[in-house]
């Protein structure tokens, strides 16, 4: 059984800072690109940053600058360090990864659970 469980959200007053963390768990080896989505009521969900296993990052233009995307290859856990938040950064954040079960040939696509980022005095 593979999980990606996700922590760290919360209510935050602008210009505030939170983390968040995302692990994946189960009999797998150790996930290629991972990535954090979010995605505010009305909107499509939208890519936030990424990182491949090596540490090469990309990220949405509105949030370069303020977030980091970082990982441990050891602890198969995806972090996003969000600083300066603005309350258009208010959505449901979703860490995402592309994972190979032991014994399986190829990786399949899994989503954490959410977790709700507020940003608002």
């Known amino acids: 059984q593979v999980q990606l469980v996700e922590s760290g959200g919360g209510l935050v007053q602008p210009g505030g800072s939170l983390r968040l963390s995302c692990a994946a768990s189960?009999?797998?080896?150790?996930?290629?690109?991972m990535a954090w989505f979010r995605q505010a009521p009305g909107n499509q969900r939208e890519l936030v940053a990424v990182?491949?296993?090596?540490?090469?990052?990309n990220y949405l233009n509105s949030v370069k600058g303020r977030f980091t995307i970082s990982r441990d290859n050891a602890k198969n856990t995806v972090y996003l360090q969000m600083n300066s938040l603005r309350p258009e950064d208010t959505a449901v954040y979703y860490c995402?990864?592309?994972?190979?079960?032991?014994?399986?040939?190829?990786?399949?696509?899994?989503w954490g659970q959410g977790t709700q980022v507020t940003v608002s005095s």
């Open positions: 990182i491949t296993r090596g540490g090469t990052t």
């Open positions: 189960g009999s797998i080896f150790s996930p290629n690109g």
């Open positions: 995402n990864t592309q994972i190979r079960r032991v014994g399986d040939t190829y990786p399949n696509d899994y």
